[in-house]
């Protein structure tokens, strides 16, 4: 048997992704490390090298999915403003424990 010494690679599949993009890179500062333009997904790098966020965009319908990222105890009781929601405050709110993004009015 293998032993697993970790998660390298998550795929998302979202239905839009230039809105799904903003937030994983704004909000949760994940960087751009490929953009397939063909099969419309962008990969984003997690934690450095450490691991990939797949973003795949799709019309069809698809299952829920749960995924949970590891942060620091100081980033859930003080988290830090995200970029993209200093000059849209309608865009993001960040609570201690989770993220939620919402729509603007």
């Known amino acids: 048997m293998l032993s697993i010494r970790g998660l390298y690679e998550v ?3 979202v239905r839009r992704l230039q ?3 903003t937030f994983y ?17 962008l990969f984003l790098r997690a934690g450095g090298t450490a ?26 009781e003080h988290p830090p403003r995200p970029r993209s929601v200093r000059s849209r ?3 993001a709110r ?9 729509r603007g009015s």
């Open 94 to 102: 960040l609570d201690p424990g989770q993220i939620r993004l919402l």
């Open 25 to 41: 890179r704004d909000v949760l500062g994940l960087e751009v490390g490929l953009r397939d333009e063909r099969r419309n997904w």
């Open 51 to 76: 691991g990939i966020v797949v973003l795949q965009e799709r019309d069809a319908e698809f299952p829920s999915c749960h995924f949970a990222f590891t942060v620091s105890q100081s980033d859930l």
């Open 89 to 91: 405050p309608d865009l």
């Open 19 to 21: 809105r799904a993009e």
């Open 11 to 13: 795929a998302i599949p």
